[in-house]
């Protein structure tokens, strides 16, 4: 049985993507047989973070294919493949596979961008996942909102899943720098960045992070002593995790999904939109770098917890329940 992640073809940086990829990129080491699929892009594999992912190919490589690429199932054999698919494809895709006779989960990474009208009312999503197989979710905020928009959802098909946050050892010396990505919030985070340009000391600076690779982004996070996190409503959002495992303190938003790490004395909350409090918050945080007055023990600890929770072996260990539970059983039928 191939486990296939059928995903948009989006060189990007986007965090959805990469932990799809890093899925399959683990279901494999574990010894499972599992790809990613990018239906409207034959041999496209993302470039901007590193990863050993099996890529797989069309059936049918010189086939114009229609341009929204509705008959997914066509591609698919329903003995020998598993489909996982986002979310956000349920309405065009689900009752293709099901037509199809192909097993598949809903992998719900992005939650909140589900219309609670729309799951409501639109037999396509609803059909999708009254019939997935599985529904992987990456945060227990996502599964508790899963569980509001579809409460006649067997819960037993709700399978936990974590990203892996690949440990890399600063190699480089702290700077004096406060970095942050304002994609989800470009107001907030040019409001809070204009104001803390005014009242920063001169020894301190500030950098917004825009269209870099996963290597450079490590390496401003691995320079940075704080992270400024704009995440509007997220299913898990990554870049406050991978700077808190690079050594950054965090401040600000944790789109509600990171409710789950961000905990005091390494991560300091911000009420989404309070940008006189995010500004102020951040001031404070430099000062307590400054003199060090912060729980060093505490602060090393969080860090601890924080990589075994989202390490590979975690993610790998979540995986194999989904795989072994839900994956081969369907092989068997």
């Not at 066509?74 to 065009?92: H, Q, Y």
């Not at 719900?108 to 979710?137: H, T």
Request: proline residues 5%; aromatic residues 10%; glycine residues 6%.
């Amino acid at each position: 049985m191939e486990i296939v992640y059928v995903y948009p073809a989006t060189d990007t940086p986007v965090g959805g993507i990469k932990v799809a990829y890093r899925h399959a990129q683990s279901l494999t080491k574990a010894g499972f047989n599992a790809t990613v699929f990018h239906p409207r892009a034959p041999g496209f594999s993302c470039t901007w973070f590193d990863h050993s992912t099996l890529i797989r190919r069309h059936k049918r490589q010189h086939r114009i294919f229609d341009r929204k690429y509705r008959d997914l199932g066509a591609e698919f054999d329903a003995s020998k493949d598993f489909l996982v698919i986002p979310e956000i494809w349920t309405p065009r895709y689900g009752e293709n596979l099901i037509n199809h006779g192909i097993r598949y989960a809903i992998f719900v990474q992005g939650g909140y961008l589900l219309d609670p009208e729309e799951c409501s009312k639109d037999r396509r999503i609803q059909l999708a996942f009254k019939n997935a197989s599985a529904v992987l979710v990456i945060s227990e905020d996502t599964s508790n909102l899963i569980k509001l928009l579809f409460p006649e959802l067997d819960s037993s098909k709700v399978f936990r899943v974590v990203p892996s946050i690949p440990y890399q050892p600063n190699p480089l010396q702290k700077d004096n720098l406060i970095s942050f990505v304002a994609r989800k919030a470009p107001h907030h985070a040019k409001m809070v960045e204009g104001i803390l340009k005014e009242r920063l000391p001169n020894k301190w600076s500030i950098l917004n992070i825009v269209n870099v690779n996963e290597r450079e982004m490590q390496n401003i996070l691995h320079r940075s002593k704080i992270f400024l996190s704009f995440g509007e409503l997220e299913g898990l959002s990554l870049p406050p995790l991978e700077a808190a495992l690079s050594g950054a303190f965090v401040v600000g938003y944790t789109g509600q999904g990171g409710k789950e790490y961000f905990n005091m004395p390494l991560f300091s909350e911000v009420e989404f939109g309070n940008i006189q409090d995010f500004v102020r918050s951040t001031l404070n945080m430099v000062d307590n770098i400054e003199s060090l007055n912060f729980p060093h023990r505490t602060v090393e600890q969080q860090i601890r917890n924080l990589r075994q929770r989202y390490s590979e072996e975690n993610e790998s260990r979540l995986l194999k329940i989904f795989a072994s539970e839900v994956v081969n059983r369907a092989g068997e039928n």
